[in-house]
């Protein structure tokens, strides 16, 4: 039997530092890793090395990498969060997959990373054999778990991608589409919680993607997760109008549904329902009535009608016309009778 060539996975480390260079490059050297690895010292040099522009313009000495390996304090024109985002603001490294390495523990630049599209986000460690135990499980992850594209070569300028008009991915949602479920389920929580906004866009972009795979994460999300949107102090009413009520019906059957929407109903019941304003509830009302045969009753504080003061202004707008009236006149008075006190005293 024919032995398998084992496929050498190309690193760009972007590092200013020589020290954690040479920790990083001695890790895959002397481990006999599959890969081998570049380096840059600036996110203006990556740029360039990634665009193949001199003086990395021969691609046999400086391949076009698989991975980059991205520090964030770095000096020059840009920091690595500059760079990363001018990566993927250009649609020929859409597929490119790109790795934090920096010793900042900092939850905003963590938060600023993944927003921005990193795949992932690994803080150094001061411990040299820790650190090379956290580049060994990235190799493995690379060989083992994650899928890369199966022809590495130069993005041309205008990709083929750009020339059929479709827009580039940024990396979270590449890891949506490429990771394991169980992973996925973890990025959808873990941006939900820092930002409902890009959640949003994170799954119409899914949406158009994978299908099957969007449905899927987002049932369980809406069953495991429903306390996030639908309890606490805040009822996310754009999530299950947009999401709950607009999008999974068209994917779900409706014995999914109805389990859904009960568990999601439960919490609303249970601990928010005067969260609601009553338009919502009514909504979510005809929602359950239309797609799954149930009838839900509204709060009780939401039961009672409120008075509608229009009609009654209707017809008695010329009472409180003359009331506003005299009230004023009373104040003018009241004005010129102090000005008269005044003026006789002095």
Request: with cysteine; glycine share 6%; hydrophobic share 40%.
């Amino acid at each position: 039997m024919p032995a398998t060539t084992e496929r050498v996975i190309t690193y760009l480390l972007v590092e200013d530092n020589d020290e954690h260079a040479e920790i990083v490059e001695k890790c895959f050297r002397y481990h006999k890793l599959a890969s081998e690895i570049c380096r840059v010292k600036t996110g203006t040099d990556c740029l360039t090395y990634l665009a193949g522009e001199k003086p990395f313009g021969d691609r046999n000495e400086y391949p076009y990498p698989d991975v980059v390996l991205l520090d964030i304090r770095m000096p020059g024109i840009l920091d690595g969060l500059q760079t990363l985002k001018a990566i993927r603001a250009d649609s020929r490294h859409s597929s490119l997959s790109v790795m934090i390495l920096t010793s900042s523990e900092r939850d905003l630049d963590i938060d600023r990373a993944y927003k921005l599209g990193a795949n992932g986000y690994i803080v150094k460690s001061d411990d040299t054999g820790e650190m090379i135990e956290k580049l060994l499980h990235l190799q493995n992850s690379f060989k083992t778990f994650v899928r890369l594209p199966g022809q590495k070569q130069e993005p041309a300028l205008g990709s083929q991608k750009e020339m059929q008009g479709e827009p580039a991915l940024p990396g979270t949602v590449d890891s949506f589409v490429h990771c394991n479920p169980d992973a996925a389920f973890d990025l959808l929580v873990s941006t939900y919680q820092k930002d409902r906004d890009e959640t949003l866009e994170l799954l119409k972009a899914m949406e158009q993607i994978n299908v099957t795979r969007f449905a899927n994460l987002v049932r369980r999300f809406c069953l495991e997760e429903r306390n996030l949107f639908a309890g606490g102090q805040d009822v996310d009413w754009v999530f299950i109008r947009e999401v709950v009520m607009e999008k999974l019906p068209r994917y779900m059957s409706l014995n999914k549904m109805a389990g859904l929407v009960t568990s999601i109903t439960a919490v609303l019941e249970s601990n928010q329902a005067s969260r609601l304003d009553r338009s919502s509830w009514q909504l979510w009302q005809g929602f359950c009535r239309a797609y799954l045969n149930q009838e839900i009753d509204l709060p009780a504080e939401l039961n009672e009608e409120v008075p509608n003061p229009l009609p009654w202004l209707a017809q008695h707008w010329k009472n409180v016309a003359i009331g506003a009236l005299v009230v004023l006149l009373a104040l003018l008075l009241g004005v010129i009778v102090r000005e008269v006190i005044r003026w006789e005293l002095w």
